[in-house]
């Protein structure tokens, strides 16, 4: 008997290691060999199928206090915490469901004294007893082995969900980071417009006791000044919430990081040409797609567990055990076999496969809306990024002329040869293409940040 039970153990072991999840599914969708927003004539991106997923693609931006940042997210963010408990809940299911191909033994035992009347003699005595039960489905069926699937498969969708919420992470935290930037030079190059504003008002109050500016002028120099003055409150607002973003996304309380971050720094240049992945190579590495798969594989498995619940339910049972007293001493012991086998339920069984019809098909559209957002994801990416680009080279060329042309009026009024209104005009024009130019290179970088957050980048590090 106890090489039976032994060769039985050690199937329901080669059950539980043999059940893998479902293997990988197929989308149906017809997605593109390249990326369509992608011109052969545009040098900033390029993508070939040699191209791989760039992973640790913030290293791109050579900022060492980026690096910093990213370290410290990954380190602490509760968000991601949160992600990885999921993910020990369903391989603790994993596990559970495993065990479900086992068998069940459970031990007991008793010591009682008393007097047992005739039994005893009419004396009391001293009984021990011990037993061992065991039980097992054999699921011959594969009922349980399809739950296994299922779990499975679960277990790997909150591992790829765990990786999209590190690459939403580390895209969060660059845009973030790169806003703060931003904001730090529109508060340098307003106070800086600022001041050059406020010498233009000194000297047309100077003018003005010589009479040679009117009451006029001193109101509009005044009102300019007082205008840019106003934007400083909300740019340091933006900055501020910024800061308080950073500290959110690394895991600790405002302020905790304000001394690190609070010195302007200037940002690195960035590369000319920014290569890009092939669309399949991005499908195949975004966590979000994977995770929609795996979430259709579990479904596939809990349909084939529901049409099971036709079939007879096999189990085995067996008690061994002990019984000792002064008086006698036994081995009692049993075995088992039961069958069970749904008659008439009432529809339920078909309303379960009905209902897991009901999931797959939510499922594998789900699946397929996923990686249709995946695809116009990176199109959307890629498009920002080429136009946003471009803009930017204009944007630079007007920052250029209308700082000439402050130069230029301003030598004028002092000349006398232009009036007040083309000095402040240039001067406001001057303001507007600066924060436009500081606004337009921010951009660039969280364009890029996108592209990469679209391609998946971020979760194998």
């Known amino acids: 008997m106890k090489k039976h039970l032994i060769a039985a153990a050690s199937l329901a072991v080669l059950l539980a290691a043999c059940t893998t999840p479902e293997a990988v599914q197929e989308s149906k969708i017809d997605t593109p060999n390249a990326w369509t927003r992608l011109s052969k004539s545009e040098a900033a991106l390029a993508s070939t199928d040699a191209v791989e997923v760039e992973q640790t693609w913030w290293k791109s931006f050579n900022d060492a206090t980026l690096d910093r940042l990213i370290g410290q997210a990954l380190a602490n963010n509760k968000s991601l915490q949160i992600a990885a408990a999921r993910v020990a809940e369903a391989e603790a299911g994993l596990s559970g469901s495993q065990a479900n191909l086992l068998p069940d033994i459970t031990g007991s035992g008793d010591v009682q004294r008393g007097n047992q009347g005739y ?40 591992e790829a969900s765990r990786q999209a919420v590190m690459v939403s992470l580390l895209s969060d935290v ?12 529109q508060i340098r190059i307003t106070k800086a417009n600022l001041q050059t504003q406020q010498k233009t008002l000194d000297l047309i109050k100077a003018q003005h006791e010589g009479a040679l500016s009117s009451q006029l002028d001193i109101s509009r120099a005044t009102a300019q000044v007082a205008t ?30 304000d001394s690190e971050l609070a010195p302007a720094q200037g940002l690195p240049a960035l590369k000319s040409t920014v290569l890009v992945a092939a669309p399949a190579k991005v499908l195949g590495n975004r966590p979000d797609v994977r ?26 049972a067996g008690l061994f055990g002990v019984q000792d007293s002064s008086y006698f001493y036994s081995r009692p012991w049993n075995g088992a076999a039961s069958l069970t086998t749904p008659i008439f339920d009432f529809g339920r069984i078909e309303a379960d496969i009905d209902a897991a019809d009901a999931r797959q098909k939510q499922a594998f ?15 959307d990416a890629l498009s920002l990024y080429l136009h946003d680009n471009s803009r930017q080279r204009d944007l630079a060329l007007a920052a250029d002329q209308n700082k000439k042309a402050v130069d230029l009026a301003n030598q004028q009024y002092r000349a006398g040869y232009s009036g007040l209104l083309d000095l402040l005009v240039a001067q406001q024009s001057e303001l507007d293409a600066e924060s436009s130019l500081a606004n337009s290179e921010a951009q660039l970088r969280k364009d890029l940040v996108h592209i990469y957050a679209a391609a998946g980048g971020g979760w194998s590090l």
């Not at 660059?174 to 030079?185: G, I, K, S």
């Not at 840019?228 to 950073?246: C, D, F, G």
């Not at 559209?365 to 199109?379: K, R, S």
Request: charged share 20%; aromatic share 8%; hydrophobic share 40%.
């Open 119 to 158: 039994f005893t003699s009419n004396k009391s005595v001293s009984i021990k007893e011990g037993y061992v039960q065991a039980s097992w489905e054999l699921d011959i069926f594969g009922k349980n082995q399809a739950r296994v699937r299922q779990a499975g498969a679960l277990a790997q969708s909150e």
């Open 174 to 185: 660059a845009r973030t980071y790169f806003d703060l930037r931003n904001d730090q030079e």
């Open 228 to 257: 840019t003055s106003a934007q400083l409150p909300v740019l340091q607002a933006a900055h501020e919430t910024a800061m308080n973003r950073l500290n959110l996304l690394l895991g600790v309380t405002p302020g905790t990081l």
């Open 291 to 316: 995770a929609a798969e795996r979430q259709f594989a579990a479904s596939i498995s809990a349909r084939e567990a529901a049409t099971k619940e036709f079939f007879p339910t096999v189990s085995l």
């Open 365 to 379: 559209l789900t699946y397929q809306e996923t990686v249709l957002e995946a695809v116009t994801d990176m199109e």
